[in-house]
């Protein structure tokens, strides 16, 4: 597509359900990040796959977070065992991954998580 | 450790010009993006530094120096559609290692 698209655009759940959020990235970009922001603050890297690499998780909160990525394409992040102080926004980005301002990041709209 | 801050707010007038300015605390400094971020949207590329100096381009202005740690973004005949959050964010290292600031937002005045 154009543009990244995340889905759902808007997810609201009930604490300890999982819940699954999807990004495709922008087509031929091999880089794909997720960040999490909470309102009024800044992004919070979460994880980011480069092609077939192995991931880096280093930004996963905790073991209840997780995220899978096919190849290129589309990645999921899942939430297990939602929380209060999971809500918050989730971003997406990809990147073309090689020299200098092809790692602009281009990001998705977000997905919006309530946790009631 | 690493560290990026940045004014949490600033209001400007309309047609006025405003600096924000970001100071950074990281190693293996490899470059510095600025973002815009309207309110419910995503964030979008403004500019992008990896050597000292200013690159321009039309109303917006990004200034680097690693020395100090110091990036501004400056923008000139500010508009009402400027109201947004902008972030300052580095790369660190070889790879895909970038940490964002916490964002300004800013608000423009008529």
């Known amino acids: 597509g154009a543009g990244v698209s995340q889905s759902p655009s808007n997810k609201v759940t009930e604490k300890g359900k999982d819940v699954e959020l999807r990004c495709d990235p922008i087509s031929g970009h091999t880089a794909l990040y997720w960040y999490r922001q909470r309102l009024g603050q800044g992004l919070e890297f979460l994880i980011y796959?480069?092609?077939?690499?192995?991931?880096?998780k280093s930004g996963l909160p905790s073991d209840r977070f997780s995220a899978e990525r096919t190849g290129e394409s589309v990645s999921t992040l899942t939430i297990q065992r939602t929380q209060q102080e999971d809500s918050a926004v989730y971003l997406c980005a990809s990147s073309l991954d090689f020299g200098g301002q092809g790692y602009i990041q281009y990001f998705g709209a977000g997905t919006r998580l309530s946790v009631l | 450790g690493q560290n990026i801050d940045q004014p949490t707010e600033m209001t400007a007038t309309e047609g006025a010009i405003v600096q924000i300015n970001c100071t950074y605390q990281t190693s293996g400094f490899n470059g510095l993006f600025w973002y815009q971020q309207h309110a419910g949207e995503a964030p979008t590329f403004l500019s992008y530094?990896?050597?000292?100096g200013l690159e321009e381009k039309g109303r917006f202005s990004s200034f680097l120096s690693r020395s100090k740690g110091y990036s501004y973004l400056l923008l000139k005949e500010l508009q009402m559609k400027d109201s947004a959050s902008y972030l300052c964010?580095?790369?660190?290292?070889?790879?895909?290692?970038?940490?964002f600031g916490p964002g300004t937002r800013l608000s423009v005045l008529p």
């Open positions: 530094n990896v050597l000292d």
């Open positions: 796959f480069q092609g077939n690499s192995a991931p880096d």
């Open positions: 964010a580095v790369r660190r290292g070889y790879g895909q290692n970038f940490v």
